[in-house]
């Protein structure tokens, strides 16, 4: 089991809004970042500080935080944002906590 | 550009132990800390321990206390994780991950380590 709850699954048509969130007491009181996993590849940092973008990653990848809840949403969702999404509770001093994960299926 | 360059795949036999590397290039090596990160077939990550070089000091994930040694060779810009006691239940990717301070901002790109009798 994982200390942070995501959905199993979330399906959305092309071009509409997809969000996926994470829940967990470990998110009280700290930054989530999510990270995008396709089929046979590394995680890629997406998110951090709950809504910041690194840069490369496109603008419509965005989120929030509130209380023991993070949010990710994707906008105008495309058939190359389907991958597995991660979201982790950050703080450098403490054991890192992971989701189980999320797969985004655009349908 | 930062890259982690893990090394290849093993295959182990259950009860013994493994050790894989990962270099740093691209990037200020000893000012940022290392983790790796597990996932076994069609799960999840999983956290297991990370070290900050400049220092030394380690910390790792509870349920592989013990079994789990964390390294960092300055020099050669590298990091090692030595995982004992190998289980079927270790069959998974490994990955090293570079902490920014923010996230885990670079990740290696993994290396499978199947346990099998």
């Known amino acids: 089991s994982y200390d942070l709850t995501q959905p199993p699954s979330v399906s959305v048509a092309p071009g509409q809004t997809a969000t996926i969130t994470c829940s967990g007491d470990k998110l009280r009181n700290k930054y989530a970042c999510w990270y995008q996993q396709k089929p046979g590849q590394s995680p890629v940092l997406i998110l951090y500080q709950d809504k910041k973008r690194p840069s490369g990653i496109s603008e419509r990848f965005s989120g929030s935080g509130s209380g023991n809840t993070a949010t990710l949403t994707i906008s105008e969702t495309q058939a190359m944002d389907e991958a597995d999404y991660y979201c982790?509770?950050?703080?450098?001093?403490?054991?890192?906590?992971f989701g189980g994960g999320t797969k985004l299926t655009v349908l | 550009q930062v890259q982690l360059v893990q090394s290849g795949a093993e295959v182990k036999k259950p009860g013994s132990s493994v050790k894989v590397s990962c270099t740093a290039s691209g990037g200020t090596f000893i000012t940022y800390s290392f983790s790796w990160v597990r996932q076994a077939p069609g799960q999840g990550l999983e956290w297991m321990g990370g070290i900050i070089p400049i220092f030394g000091t380690t910390s790792n994930g509870q349920i592989f206390r013990g079994r789990v040694t964390i390294t960092a060779d300055k020099p050669s810009n590298t990091v090692y994780l030595e995982l004992n006691n190998l289980r079927s239940e270790d069959t998974a990717v490994y990955y090293c991950v570079r902490d920014n301070g923010e996230g885990a901002d670079y990740w290696g790109q993994g290396t499978l380590v199947t346990v099998s009798s």
């Open positions: 982790q509770a950050w703080d450098s001093n403490a054991p890192w906590v």
